[in-house]
């Protein structure tokens, strides 16, 4: 079965320390990897994306990911978190083939709080 | 401005009501998408559409129906809502395509079924 796993509900981190948000998916088919930030009382913004080529993803913010298809994961990471980073981030994949229309699975969330 | 609207913010309901969420897109996007966000699930796909009076299943269809009239408007039907109904209900949209294209997001609807 295809599925998306974000291994941490909850990540508290103090300003300006790195952080990673780890996200593992489950497939024998090709994928899309995708990250998703929602601020509060927002919908969500797309963060990053993988779609082919370099496994190093840079997105907005100052965040990046990488994709490493052997132990399928997408891990997302900022190098220095701001008090404006606090927000919940979800993982998303497409799965390739069929006829999906662009249908995204999404992990569970995990919700990063920046102290100061 | 890509922009995805949402009828209202919040709404409550009672028991066996018929509830209609409604969505619109400025993007003239084929495909657009019903989500239903809980707590420690994430986000789960409800129905979708790609097409005017085009519509799918998507993984948590059940007591839910949907309406697309016109490509900017898809509706989420509660024919008759119940307590466990009670959720955050975003929707998306996106172009259509063979290649992934960004879905973006309504502000969301918070309903509470009483």
């Known amino acids: 079965a295809q599925s998306v796993t974000q291994l941490d509900s909850q990540v508290p981190v103090f300003e300006e320390a790195p952080v990673e948000l780890r996200c593992n998916y489950s497939s024998s088919v090709s994928v899309y990897l995708f990250w998703y930030v929602q601020y509060p009382n927002q919908g969500l913004q797309l963060l990053l994306k993988y779609l082919s080529g370099s496994t190093l993803v840079k997105g907005i913010n100052g965040f990046e990911a990488e994709f490493n298809k052997s132990q399928t994961s997408f891990h997302l990471r900022k190098p220095s978190v701001h008090i404006s980073d606090t927000a919940e981030y979800f993982c998303a994949v497409r799965f390739a083939g069929g006829t999906s229309y662009g249908k995204l699975t999404f992990g569970q969330g995990t919700i990063l709080t920046v102290h100061p | 401005d890509v922009k995805v609207t949402q009828s209202s913010r919040y709404l409550v309901k009672r028991t066996g009501e018929k509830v209609f969420l409604e969505c619109v897109q400025d993007?003239?996007?084929?495909?657009m998408f019903w989500y239903r966000q809980d707590p420690g699930l994430g986000l789960r796909l409800i129905y979708f559409s790609y097409d005017v009076k085009m519509k799918e299943k998507g993984d948590i269809p059940e007591g839910y129906s949907v309406s697309r009239e016109k490509k900017e408007r898809f509706s989420l039907i509660l024919e008759s809502a119940s307590t466990n109904q009670t959720s955050m209900y975003l929707c998306a949209s996106s172009f259509g395509g063979p290649t992934f294209n960004e879905q973006f997001f309504g502000p969301g609807t918070r309903l509470t079924v009483l």
């Open positions: 993007m003239d996007h084929e495909n």
